[in-house]
């Protein structure tokens, strides 16, 4: 009997407690964690009681953050800790919502549900300019403010993107955006839209962000436009359908490496070095390709089982993370191949490439690789992937989900100005200036080297009067012009006034403001002389205009011609502003010679050749005097005639050396006195 109330008593008992809360059995406290040995599991299910604010607060918790796979709550939400300790990633089925502050890579599980790729329109905005050489390499002198280097948009899932680094230029200042995921707005029910995706300027800093714009939903949607064209620039156009959760028709996809799925290509390592199949913090579990102190040459093989037409794809895709810092000649490089034939150009990944840095040793780093980088591709099979180092050098890395896809690589729209042109992909200098343009040499020469049959190797024509066509300023000599069998310079007016005198050589001096007597400017002549460097030219003649009166309103100038004679320079002729004319040089009988011609001036002043008078170059004297030489003339001599001295008022002294015996023949007349 005892015992049939006993049983009694506790069916009662089970019944009660299905009707009420269970019972709680409290494990551990607050700050500890309790581990399971083998597996853990609950019958009827596993409870999160607790419900942070949001993932920031959550990351308050000194240890949650900390551990790989934990799970939270926030309200009704769920979030796991991904396993690089990097970001809470939402549990459950809708589109994706990533809560991070650092880069995060979602994907889709393929099925029809949850894709892998969707449509996707594109477009540039106008007025980014670029140049970029076929190495690469960008040419600074050409670019405007826009993006420099675009940023590959890739489509992940759902509504969700990848933007691989790019570099713009806002304001005449370069930022680089890191890599950045986006996730779209839900779509409209009925209208489609379009969004912008926008590269940012940095605050404060050098590193510029990735946000996106929603466009308004509308039966016919109009692209949005940047909000602050100070501050932005317009990457690239994203359709969003209406009523979807992903671009209705997928873009091309082609996973290389990616686990989530199963892999349409082989891997083949030439190395331990190179583990294909490691374990070691991948980026999608369970398996990454990770190098371990690897080694010039070494390398790993990825071959298709089915090989892609490679035309249906732009862009090749990967993870990295760096495990040790790479010198900077070190580089992983990428070949593709057709069979055993290498096809295209390698392509490889350094320091600086595409925004990469091995000094980030902590997280992955996503690379867009664009395939117009390789060259021409065809009849893809497979992609090798080399190690190349120096002096011994190795590099540790992590490798994982590379992918070819049909990328969205933003059409960077080309435009040229301000005397540059494009003509098709290929940007010449020449054009219109639109601004006042200054090039700085910074120490570098720039030089004209060629030759042309027609015309001149450069024109410069200036078609508004009062202004320069070219202007030269320098600390010394301004503007050289050499030759080897022409003129070095030439200076010529095509004014078509039939009857007028225009300047063809204008020669200037200013910078002062009060001059003085003297003041003047020169054309110089300087040669080669011997003994001296084919370099060096010695100043033979100059013409030089000055002034001998600097006053405005009676300024009055003169013009010398100077000479060299024995390395001494001195003026030769000056002509003054009234018009005398000076030969500098015949002051002294140092030019004597024996004239046959003889100049004089005409009444209208003009210098006139005459025949030198008779008697001038034969001389005789008689009467008293006698011809000593053909240029002289002796007082002595026999009297001829009477002749007639006249004083005119002055004395004539006579000084004797010798003795005067008697004076006979002399007579002196007083005239008056």
């Given at each position: 009997m005892r015992k049939l109330f006993l049983l009694i008593s506790f069916l009662v008992s089970l019944v009660a407690n299905s009707q009420t809360q269970p019972s709680k059995q409290t494990i551990g406290n607050l700050n500890n964690e309790v581990w399971i040995n083998g597996y853990g599991s609950a019958y009827k299910g596993f409870a999160l009681r607790f419900s942070w604010a949001d993932t920031t607060a959550?990351?308050?918790?000194?240890?949650?953050?900390?551990?790989?796979?934990?799970?939270?709550?926030?309200?009704?939400?769920?979030?796991?800790?991904?396993?690089?300790?990097?970001?809470?990633?939402?549990?459950?089925?809708?589109?994706?919502?990533?809560?991070?502050?650092?880069?995060?890579?979602?994907?889709?599980?393929?099925?029809?549900?949850?894709?892998?790729?969707?449509?996707?329109?594109?477009?540039?905005?106008?007025?980014?300019?670029?140049?970029?050489?076929?190495?690469?390499?960008f040419v600074n002198n050409f670019i405007q403010d826009g993006i420099k280097q675009p940023g590959a948009i890739t489509w992940i899932q759902n509504y969700d993107y990848d933007v691989s680094p790019a570099i713009g230029i806002i304001g005449g200042v370069e930022y680089r955006s890191l890599w950045t995921p986006i996730t779209l707005a839900t779509s409209d029910s009925t209208f489609d839209r379009i969004d912008l995706v926008v590269f940012n300027a940095g605050v404060g800093s050098s590193t510029g962000t990735i946000t996106v714009i929603t466009g308004t939903p509308a039966d016919d949607p109009q692209q949005p436009t940047i909000s602050d064209p100070a501050t932005q620039l317009a990457m690239g156009f994203i359709l969003v359908t209406a009523n979807t959760t992903a671009p209705p028709t997928p873009p091309q996809q082609d996973w290389i490496y990616e686990n989530y799925i199963t892999n349409a290509w082989n891997t083949l390592s030439s190395t331990p070095r190179i583990d294909d199949q490691s374990t070691f913090v991948p980026y999608s579990v369970p398996t990454n390709v990770r190098g371990l102190s690897v080694q010039n040459g070494d390398n790993i093989r990825f071959t298709s089982i089915s090989p892609p037409d490679?035309?249906?794809?732009?862009?090749?895709?990967l993870k990295i993370r760096s495990q040790s810092i790479w010198a900077s000649d070190s580089k992983i490089e990428?070949?593709?191949?057709?069979?055993?034939?290498?096809?295209?150009?390698?392509?490889?990944?350094?320091?600086?490439?595409?925004?990469?840095?091995?000094?980030?040793?902590?997280?992955?780093?996503?690379?867009?690789?664009?395939?117009?980088?390789?060259?021409?591709?065809?009849?893809?099979?497979?992609?090798?992937?080399?190690?190349?180092?120096?002096?011994?050098?190795?590099?540790?890395?992590?490798?994982?989900?590379?992918?070819?896809?049909?990328?969205?690589?933003?059409?960077v729209s080309y435009t040229a100005s301000n005397a540059i042109t494009l003509v098709g992909s290929d940007f010449q200098w020449g054009g219109a200036l639109t601004k006042n343009t200054n090039i700085t040499s910074s120490g570098f020469n720039t030089n004209f080297t060629g030759f042309t049959t027609v015309g001149n190797l450069v024109n410069i024509t200036q078609n508004s009067a009062g202004t320069m066509a070219l202007s030269a300023t320098a600390s010394s000599d301004a503007i050289l012009g050499q030759s080897a069998t022409g003129a070095g310079v030439i200076a010529r007016s095509n004014n078509t006034l039939v009857s007028s005198v225009e300047n063809s050589l204008k020669v200037q001096r200013t910078g002062v403001t009060i001059p003085t007597v003297g003041y003047g400017a020169a054309q110089e002549f300087a040669l080669n002389a011997a003994g001296g460097s084919a370099s060096t030219a010695l100043r033979s003649n100059r013409l030089i205009s000055s002034w001998s009166d600097e006053g405005i309103a009676t300024r009055t100038a003169q013009f010398t011609l100077t000479g060299v004679l024995n390395a001494v320079e001195s003026d030769l002729l000056t002509v003054t502003g009234t018009g005398a004319t000076q030969l500098n040089k015949y002051v002294t009988n140092a030019f004597l010679g024996t004239p046959t011609n003889a100049i004089g001036t005409d009444a209208s002043g003009n210098l006139v050749q005459f025949a030198v008078p008779s008697g001038i170059s034969a001389i005789t004297a008689d009467n008293g005097l006698t011809a000593n030489t053909s240029t002289n003339v002796r007082l002595g001599g026999t009297l001829v005639q009477a002749t007639t001295i006249n004083t005119g008022g002055f004395i004539t002294t006579w000084t004797a050396q010798t003795q005067l015996m008697f004076l006979q023949l002399l007579i002196i007349q007083q005239v008056q006195g």
């Amino acid at each position: 009997m005892r015992k049939l109330f006993l049983l009694i008593s506790f069916l009662v008992s089970l019944v009660a407690n299905s009707q009420t809360q269970p019972s709680k059995q409290t494990i551990g406290n607050l700050n500890n964690e309790v581990w399971i040995n083998g597996y853990g599991s609950a019958y009827k299910g596993f409870a999160l009681r607790f419900s942070w604010a949001d993932t920031t607060a959550a990351n308050t918790d000194p240890f949650l953050k900390n551990i790989a796979g934990i799970k939270i709550r926030t309200g009704n939400i769920e979030w796991q800790r991904s396993v690089d300790l990097m970001y809470w990633f939402r549990i459950g089925a809708g589109s994706a919502i990533i809560d991070s502050t650092a880069s995060f890579y979602p994907f889709g599980d393929g099925s029809s549900g949850n894709p892998l790729g969707g449509n996707v329109n594109i477009s540039q905005q106008q007025g980014n300019a670029i140049q970029s050489s076929s190495d690469g390499l960008f040419v600074n002198n050409f670019i405007q403010d826009g993006i420099k280097q675009p940023g590959a948009i890739t489509w992940i899932q759902n509504y969700d993107y990848d933007v691989s680094p790019a570099i713009g230029i806002i304001g005449g200042v370069e930022y680089r955006s890191l890599w950045t995921p986006i996730t779209l707005a839900t779509s409209d029910s009925t209208f489609d839209r379009i969004d912008l995706v926008v590269f940012n300027a940095g605050v404060g800093s050098s590193t510029g962000t990735i946000t996106v714009i929603t466009g308004t939903p509308a039966d016919d949607p109009q692209q949005p436009t940047i909000s602050d064209p100070a501050t932005q620039l317009a990457m690239g156009f994203i359709l969003v359908t209406a009523n979807t959760t992903a671009p209705p028709t997928p873009p091309q996809q082609d996973w290389i490496y990616e686990n989530y799925i199963t892999n349409a290509w082989n891997t083949l390592s030439s190395t331990p070095r190179i583990d294909d199949q490691s374990t070691f913090v991948p980026y999608s579990v369970p398996t990454n390709v990770r190098g371990l102190s690897v080694q010039n040459g070494d390398n790993i093989r990825f071959t298709s089982i089915s090989p892609p037409d490679i035309s249906d794809f732009n862009v090749i895709t990967l993870k990295i993370r760096s495990q040790s810092i790479w010198a900077s000649d070190s580089k992983i490089e990428l070949r593709w191949y057709s069979g055993a034939t290498p096809i295209g150009n390698p392509f490889s990944i350094s320091n600086g490439v595409l925004g990469y840095t091995s000094t980030n040793l902590s997280s992955y780093q996503i690379l867009t690789i664009a395939l117009s980088n390789f060259g021409a591709l065809a009849n893809v099979t497979n992609l090798l992937m080399t190690v190349r180092t120096t002096g011994g050098r190795t590099i540790s890395f992590l490798i994982d989900d590379i992918q070819l896809q049909q990328g969205i690589v933003p059409s960077v729209s080309y435009t040229a100005s301000n005397a540059i042109t494009l003509v098709g992909s290929d940007f010449q200098w020449g054009g219109a200036l639109t601004k006042n343009t200054n090039i700085t040499s910074s120490g570098f020469n720039t030089n004209f080297t060629g030759f042309t049959t027609v015309g001149n190797l450069v024109n410069i024509t200036q078609n508004s009067a009062g202004t320069m066509a070219l202007s030269a300023t320098a600390s010394s000599d301004a503007i050289l012009g050499q030759s080897a069998t022409g003129a070095g310079v030439i200076a010529r007016s095509n004014n078509t006034l039939v009857s007028s005198v225009e300047n063809s050589l204008k020669v200037q001096r200013t910078g002062v403001t009060i001059p003085t007597v003297g003041y003047g400017a020169a054309q110089e002549f300087a040669l080669n002389a011997a003994g001296g460097s084919a370099s060096t030219a010695l100043r033979s003649n100059r013409l030089i205009s000055s002034w001998s009166d600097e006053g405005i309103a009676t300024r009055t100038a003169q013009f010398t011609l100077t000479g060299v004679l024995n390395a001494v320079e001195s003026d030769l002729l000056t002509v003054t502003g009234t018009g005398a004319t000076q030969l500098n040089k015949y002051v002294t009988n140092a030019f004597l010679g024996t004239p046959t011609n003889a100049i004089g001036t005409d009444a209208s002043g003009n210098l006139v050749q005459f025949a030198v008078p008779s008697g001038i170059s034969a001389i005789t004297a008689d009467n008293g005097l006698t011809a000593n030489t053909s240029t002289n003339v002796r007082l002595g001599g026999t009297l001829v005639q009477a002749t007639t001295i006249n004083t005119g008022g002055f004395i004539t002294t006579w000084t004797a050396q010798t003795q005067l015996m008697f004076l006979q023949l002399l007579i002196i007349q007083q005239v008056q006195g």
